[in-house]
């Protein structure tokens, strides 16, 4: 006898977990997050000082693959040697605002790594030879990149975003690359990597000998940095609503950006515009892809996201689609927008809307490393407190009205920057896309 389907529940309860908050020796702010049962954690070192400081976006990226390649005590052959032999995973990355460090550590051996990641963040001896080989990679990545249209396309956008005095905007350049030397990186970490600016994150299971070991090897004194306020991510340039081309004439396809500015985070409509723009073009039942993808066979895929930043926001759309369909594409973004501007979502959509937004958000609950990745987030974005909980709040309480008052308040189809890169011949060409059909 087959069974009755189970009634679907709506995701409910959900409570992001706070870190405690103490304080090595010497000042820096460590945030706890002891969960889960593994004998395993992760400590993440945030700096402050990222792509938007020092003489150009490459400084940070540098740094970030350098730290690991030697100190002035171990080369990076003793270094991976020795992170490999206790079971542990060295990693840094480079972002608008900070540097950051990441170990994934056996608990068991933690005090045995410590050390190490304290001499590269403090000590690092930035050797000639490997900034060389990371240059060649660096070059070798840009010469890539600069054959896609998706990547020239996003260049072109920032460029014109945030104008080109401005580290986000400034293309990097094969000879940027060569410019920068030991010293600059040297002067960078000098600039920056003071205690002051240092902030840690631990998670998983913690506990007081982990804290007391990161007191011991991170709590000593610091030199101070010079610098201490990332640069601000506010654009460098006043918006213009404009169209950009870039001539690519042996692409097969085309790719598409468009930014609208919008606002910030700490904005009481912040969240309201997130959930419409996830509704927009957010998942993959959304009125884009919908339209775009499944109706129309345009592109394969095709999103919008409400890019939130210390200092501004965008609300950012792109595809890649055959050079022949791009203006069409265009064409119905335009439509959609317009058509959450004039009609309000009905009950359903709103409401897969929202289970796909929660279900989200419950994802963030599932590790103790995904709790950290948020609270990561909110520390490098300066986003509040209570950003996670409005969220859950919001989506409980919204109506479609209310999501058609923010459409007919920010989706302003005459102030778009759209960048275009492929062949334009085949781009303007006339096609039967324009006829409505394919």
Request: charged share 20%; aromatic share 8%; with cysteine.
């Amino acid at each position: 006898m087959q069974q009755p389907q189970p009634e679907i529940q709506r995701i409910a309860n959900l409570t992001l977990s706070h870190p405690a908050v103490t304080r090595l020796d010497n000042g820096i702010p460590v945030y706890t997050f002891n969960l889960g049962d593994q004998e395993v954690s992760r400590v993440d070192i945030v700096i402050e000082g990222g792509r938007c400081d020092g003489n150009n976006q490459m400084e940070s990226e540098l740094i970030s693959a350098l730290l690991r390649e030697g100190t002035r005590h171990q080369d990076a052959r003793t270094i991976a040697e020795h992170l490999d032999y206790y079971g542990s995973w060295l990693g840094a990355n480079a972002s608008s605002h900070n540097v950051t460090i990441s170990l994934y550590a056996v608990n068991k051996y933690f005090d045995r790594v410590i050390p190490t990641i304290a001499d590269i963040i403090r000590i690092p001896s930035f050797p000639e030879h490997e900034l060389g080989n990371l240059k060649s990679l660096a070059l070798t990545r840009l010469r890539t990149n600069n054959e896609k249209v998706a990547y020239l396309s996003g260049v072109e956008n920032s460029k014109l975003y945030f104008g080109t005095e401005h580290n986000l905007g400034k293309p990097t350049t094969p000879e940027m690359i060569e410019r920068i030397s030991r010293e600059e990186l040297s002067a960078f970490h000098s600039d920056w990597f003071g205690r002051q600016n240092v902030a840690i994150l631990i998670s998983g299971t913690v506990t007081d000998d982990m804290i007391a070991s990161l007191n011991r090897h991170l709590g000593t004194d610091w030199n101070e940095s010079t610098h201490s306020e990332s640069g601000t991510d506010a654009p460098a340039c006043r918006f213009t609503a404009q169209r950009s081309h870039i001539d690519k004439p042996n692409a097969l396809q085309s790719a598409l950006r468009i930014a609208i500015p919008t606002v910030g985070r700490n904005h009481a409509d912040y969240i309201p515009l997130r959930i419409l723009t996830t509704a927009f073009g957010g998942y993959f039942g959304s009125r884009l892809m919908t339209n775009i993808r499944e109706d129309k066979g345009y592109t394969y895929g095709i999103s919008a996201s409400l890019l939130g930043m210390r200092h501004n926001s965008q609300i950012s759309i792109g595809c890649q689609c055959d050079n022949s369909y791009t203006n069409a594409v265009i064409d119905e973004i335009v439509k959609e927008m317009e058509h959450l501007k004039a009609e309000p979502l009905g009950m359903e959509e709103l409401n897969r809307v929202k289970s796909y937004m929660l279900s989200d958000l419950a994802r963030t609950l599932d590790t103790p490393f995904s709790v950290a990745d948020f609270h990561l987030s909110m520390l490098s974005n300066r986003i509040p407190a209570d950003y996670f909980d409005n969220q859950v709040r919001l989506l409980g309480s919204i109506t479609p009205e209310e999501l058609q008052a923010m459409a007919v308040r920010y989706f302003d189809t005459d102030n778009m920057l759209i960048t275009i890169a492929g062949n334009m011949e085949a781009v303007n060409a006339p096609t039967s896309a324009e006829n409505g059909t394919r």
